[in-house]
Nanobody, 125 residues
Framework: QVHLVESGGGSVQAGGSLRLSCAAS????????MAWFRQAPGKEREGVAA????????YYRDSVKGRFTITQDNAKNTLSLQMDNLRPEDTATYYC??????????????????WGQGTQVTVSS
């Protein structure tokens, strides 16, 4: 089992920045795919950024490329999402997700086994 806990959400004005963190605990041995998803009210959950812990390949949703950066700290079992130049449309609950080993489509929810409880990000115009 892997337990994920997000932190770092909050409210910010458009153009501002936030940094989300996801602390992983439990059986974190072996490689993982890890990702950030978000879900706005009335909308489906969507993948935002993903990383493969073995090799470090990163993936970004087109709408966040150049603004968001996903990083991992394997020593601390922590996943981070640096969000810059935030826009009102980035407002959502952000979730950390993890899958052990091969994860298929990194932007599909079904690819992930473990989920955090979510953290709210609100961007005002």
């Amino acid at each position: 089992q892997v337990h994920l806990v997000e932190s770092g959400g909050g409210s910010v004005q458009a153009g501002g920045s936030l940094r989300l963190s996801c602390a992983a605990s439990g059986d974190t041995r072996s490689s993982f795919c890890m990702a950030w998803f978000r879900q706005a009210p009335g909308k489906e959950r969507e993948g935002v950024a993903a990383i493969k812990t073995f090799g470090g390949s990163t993936y970004y949703r087109d709408s966040v490329k150049g603004r968001f950066t996903i990083t991992q700290d394997n020593a601390k079992n922590t996943l981070s999402l640096q969000m810059d130049n935030l826009r009102p449309e980035d407002t959502a609950t952000y979730y950390c997700a993890a899958a052990r080993g091969w994860c298929g489509d990194v932007f599909k929810s079904i690819s992930y086994t473990y989920w955090g409880q979510g953290t709210q990000v609100t961007v005002s115009s």
